[in-house]
């Protein structure tokens, strides 16, 4: 004679108590999401103007492209020191400085042409893809936006708004930007805002934002 299964049933009570447990876990859980979500996407745009736009709401392979142009700011700078001029492409190309000399950037971002526009108290490196769709036929993945990094000459009384000037910090020459449109264009000149370009700033750029007011 076989011997008899013993069979363990929870009692009703407890399950019911341990599936009301497990769904009050999923709900704290998924308000945290959300609320790490909402922090995420509302707090950093909460204090910047119209025409500015936050370095982590970059998409693909912009924020690389992003962290050159500011990263050679300051070698630009360093050149201007020692020459007495703003350093053209060529020059920069020959310095091996990213994104100018493409072959230190990935294969989508190589097909992007400088070209150095010189103003009165400020320089500008404008950016744009040659040929989008050449570069999509040969398999590449090359990114649509135009660039702009501007670098100002606060000693200069003619150069363009708005900049930041450190709380006018007379120690500090120069300060520089990035500016993006989300397409292909023609050098915009001075004016970016009024053509509808944004200035990508991170966490230090806003918080010197903040303080100045400008």
């Given amino acids: 004679m076989d011997k008899p299964k013993e069979v363990i049933v929870a009692p009703l009570a407890a399950r019911r108590e341990a599936l009301a447990l ?9 308000l945290m999401a959300g609320r790490f979500s909402a922090i995420r996407i509302t707090a950093p745009v909460k204090s ?3 025409f500015q736009q936050k370095d982590i709401f970059l998409k693909n392979q912009a924020p690389l492209l992003y962290r050159a142009l500011r990263g050679v700011a300051g070698d630009i700078i360093d050149l201007r020191e020692e020459t007495g001029q703003w350093p053209d492409i060529t020059l920069l190309q020959s310095e091996a400085l990213p994104p100018f000399a493409a072959e ?3 294969a989508g971002l190589r097909g992007y042409v400088w070209t150095c526009h010189v103003g009165k108290g400020w320089v500008d490196y404008f950016g744009v893809y040659g040929d989008v769709e050449a570069a999509k036929k040969r398999g590449l993945d090359p990114m649509d936006n135009s660039f702009l990094l501007r670098i100002i000459d606060l000693n200069r009384e003619e150069h363009p708004h708005p900049h930041l000037d450190q709380d006018n910090d007379k120690g500090i020459r120069f300060t520089s930007q990035v500016w993006m449109y989300p397409a292909g264009r023609t050098y ?3 004016n970016v805002v009024q053509k509808g370009w944004k200035w990508i700033v991170d966490a230090t750029d806003q918080k010197i934002y903040e303080k100045t007011g400008e």
């Fill in 22 to 30: 497990c769904g009050v876990i999923a709900l704290i859980m998924l």
């Fill in 48 to 50: 910047l103007k119209s």
């Fill in 104 to 106: 230190f950037l990935p």
């Fill in 188 to 190: 915009p000149g001075e």
